[in-house]
C-alpha cells in the first residue's frame, strides 16, 4: 500500500473516530471518548517518515471532524 492510500485510510478512520466521540451526550463522556483518538493518532503517525508532521495533520483531523460533528448535533437539537 502506498503512503498516500494509507495516509488517506488513515485520515477516514480518525475523522469517524472524532465523530463517534463528538455523538456522547455528556462532556466527559465526549472527553473520554476522544482521549484514545489522539492516543491512536500518534500511533499511526509513527508508520510514516516525518511522524511529528503527520500527528499533527492526523490531530488535526479529529479535532475538525469532532467540532463539525458537534456543530450539526447541536442544529439538530435546535430544529
Not at 484514545?36 to 479529529?62: H, S
Not at 460533528?69 to 435546535?78: D, G, H, I, K, P
Request: hydrophobic share 55%; net charge neutral.
Amino acid at each position: 500500500m502506498s503512503l498516500t492510500k494509507r495516509y488517506m485510510d488513515d485520515l477516514a478512520v480518525v475523522a469517524l473516530w472524532a465523530a463517534s466521540a463528538a455523538s456522547w451526550e455528556r462532556p466527559a463522556v465526549r472527553a473520554e471518548a476522544l482521549s484514545p483518538v489522539f492516543i491512536a493518532c500518534g500511533e499511526l503517525a509513527a508508520k510514516y517518515p516525518g511522524p511529528n508532521l503527520v500527528a499533527a495533520l492526523l490531530v488535526r483531523e479529529a479535532v475538525l471532524s469532532y467540532a463539525n460533528t458537534r456543530v450539526a448535533l447541536r442544529e439538530t437539537e435546535v430544529a
